[in-house]
């Protein structure tokens, strides 16, 4: 029977492996630059040819815009993509390897948690959730693990805090202030750490609560680090007005979440949560109230009576679904935001996947009697499928053909940027922002946007027809003489 069991482990581990392996070169070779990316990219690249840290400002203005708040990946991940630019290599290859990544710390690391928690079954169900979690519907997706985006970078520096907090709360710190500088709204995991350490600190009462706060200063403050260090930067790059007027600008775009008002409600982002895992809906939330009550139903049977090892998993338990409820939470209680399951993506990533270790462990601790003896493993089973069978789907939906891939765009592309390079062009203009975007980017010219006062003697690049004289075409995209 354990042999059984250690080959039946091994040929789902190799299958997980494929998987991701699948996943993660669709990712980075096929589909399509999109324009988050492209925007994203523009700084690394300006950093390059020697403007300091700045955006191309196609959504401050359309003029190089230093320390731009709308780029909300932070440098954490753009200035490790300026050095893989600096090789010279393709530009999105360059871009695009940093976040994947950042993917395997993230995967590497929930196998480490999964393992400390309930051994190598807790390890490679955490590890498949990520894969069965997909945040590409909509028009602001994460289509795979290497876009050029801030979400995944955050996630894995989360769960590698979450692994070395019981040891070093101080490296732990460390890691959470990267995270917000690789995406900001990883400071919502801050609670989370803080319940956390509640749960690692010893005493009772008024005496856990002062072991608490001896244990998380230095972590405090190394959260902090990352961030004053930019800001650092900023003010010597801007000077104090321009500093200032950054600061007001980072204020606006945190409190609106860089979005209008989407007039959305809560159901509906609950629902688009649910639909995020390749299968239906309805399975995923069967799968989510299971594991929240395995989870749930585990942390109460032990928390008396935990072993030291026990209580790192509670810690961990207890992390997870606050961390969790932060996420999704401020997601779906914002009604400006839209139904973009990207932006409680850091919390999915980092926390399910611990939530799903932590059920397993759960089962050999419920009573064993009753219906709850055959109810415990029965659940955890079911979790486990679903999940297994989201990544199974997640994987085949890979090679479901798509309108636009990265080397149809290069194709149309290529000709624009000999155009552009023969011409000197320096700046064009997106007309309008979306499939525009991510061409001007791939021709080498600064991104600007065609209603931006900037550019309204600019030339112009669509997919439509020229409103003016036509300069190139590549039978995709145009590039069109400056009103």
């Not at 956390?196 to 706060?213: E, Q």
């Not at 950054?246 to 860089?258: I, K, N, P, T, Y």
């Not at 509906?268 to 995020?276: E, I, N």
């Not at 080498?444 to 004289?469: F, I, K, S, V, Y």
Request: glycine fraction near 8%; charge should be positive.
């Amino acid at each position: 029977m354990t042999r059984a069991r250690t080959i039946l482990f091994w040929a789902a581990a190799v299958a997980l492996l494929a998987g991701h392996a699948i996943l993660a070169w669709h990712s980075l070779t096929v589909w399509r630059f999109w324009e988050d990316e492209a925007f994203n990219l523009t700084v690394p690249r300006n950093l390059l040819a020697g403007l300091g840290y700045a955006s191309d400002g196609a959504l401050s203005g359309s003029t190089i815009t230093p320390f731009d708040p709308r780029i909300s990946t932070g440098p954490v991940v753009l200035l490790p993509v300026a050095a893989t630019l600096a090789t010279g290599m393709d530009p999105v290859l360059a871009a695009r390897l940093v976040p994947l990544a950042f993917w395997v710390l993230l995967l590497a690391g929930l196998g480490v948690l999964g393992w400390r928690i309930a051994g190598r079954w807790a390890a490679l169900v955490a590890m498949t959730v990520p894969l069965a979690f997909t945040a590409s519907a909509g028009v602001s997706p994460i289509q795979g693990p290497a876009d050029l985006l801030g979400e995944i970078p955050a996630a894995a520096l989360i769960v590698w805090a979450l692994v070395v907090l019981p040891r070093r709360a101080w490296l732990a710190g460390l890691l959470v202030g990267l995270a917000v500088q690789a995406k900001l709204i990883a400071l919502l995991v801050l609670p989370a750490f803080a319940v956390a350490l509640w749960v690692l600190s010893d005493g009772t009462g008024w005496a856990r609560l002062r072991d608490t706060l001896r244990r998380a200063w230095l972590p405090l403050l190394l959260v902090a680090v990352p961030t004053a260090l930019v800001e650092l930067a900023a003010l010597l790059s801007l000077g104090p007005a321009g500093f200032v007027e950054h600061l007001r600008a980072l204020v606006r775009f945190v409190r609106s979440g860089g979005q209008g008002d989407a007039a959305t409600s809560v159901l509906q982002k609950l629902g688009t949560l649910a639909d995020s895992w390749s299968l239906p809906g309805v399975l995923a939330v069967v799968a989510a109230v299971l594991a929240l009550v395995l989870v749930v139903a585990g942390v109460v049977r032990r928390w008396r009576s935990a072993t030291a090892e026990e209580r790192i998993v509670i810690a961990y338990a207890l992390a997870a679904l606050v961390g969790a409820l932060a996420f999704v939470g401020w997601w779906a209680t914002a009604s400006r935001l839209p139904l973009w399951v990207r932006h409680p993506a850091p919390g999915v990533f980092a926390f399910f996947p611990v939530l799903a270790a932590v059920a397993l462990w759960a089962v050999p601790r419920l009573p064993r009697r009753g219906l709850v003896r055959a109810g415990g493993p029965v659940g955890a089973a079911v979790l486990a499928a679903v999940v297994a069978a989201g990544a199974v789907v997640h994987v085949v939906s890979c090679f479901t053909p798509r309108d636009v891939t990265l080397e149809g765009q290069r194709a149309a592309v290529a000709p624009l940027a000999t155009w552009v390079s023969d011409n000197d062009v320096r700046w064009l203009a997106a007309d309008p922002w979306g499939a525009a975007v991510a061409p001007i980017v791939l021709t080498g010219a600064h991104l600007g946007l065609a209603d931006a006062p900037a550019m309204a003697h600019e030339l112009r690049l669509t997919g439509g027809a020229c409103a003016t004289e036509t300069l190139a075409d590549s039978g995709y995209f145009r590039i069109c003489a400056a009103p």
